[in-house]
């Protein structure tokens, strides 16, 4: 299984960006799609999930309201639309699978694939 994040950059803060998360080696019916996200200096932390199966979507608090997880199946992507963004949103931003649905823990998610930068200035 790899996953592929991509679409970090650099924003002022109130601006938006589209990260991606391909996804290849492995149907994902029974699985989340997770992002992650490391601020510097910090742990990582849970920003939002999706369960392939039925399109389930969960959420931290924070994010709610301003990020909005998808997929597209004929692609095999998670997309990750963050709008309103602050300078606290700053961070390396990581997708990862998890078996089943509906953790928010690190520990239960695999397959991290490399991660993308998303800075956002103020």
């Known amino acids: ?65 301003r990020f909005t997880i998808s997929r597209d199946n004929a692609k095999n992507t998670v997309y990750l639309q963050m709008n309103s963004l602050k300078p606290e949103d700053t961070a390396v931003y990581y997708c990862s699978s998890a078996a089943g649905c509906c953790s928010r823990k690190p520990r239960d998610f695999g397959s991290w694939g490399q991660g993308t930068l998303v800075t956002v200035s103020s």
């Open 1 to 65: 299984v790899q996953l592929q994040a991509s679409g970090g950059g650099l924003v002022q803060a109130g601006g938006s960006l589209r990260l991606s998360c391909a996804a290849s080696g492995r149907t994902f019916s029974s699985y989340t799609i997770g992002w992650f996200r490391q601020p510097p200096g910090k742990e990582r932390e849970f920003v939002a999930a999706i369960f392939w199966s039925g399109g389930y979507t969960y959420y931290e608090d924070s994010v709610k309201g």
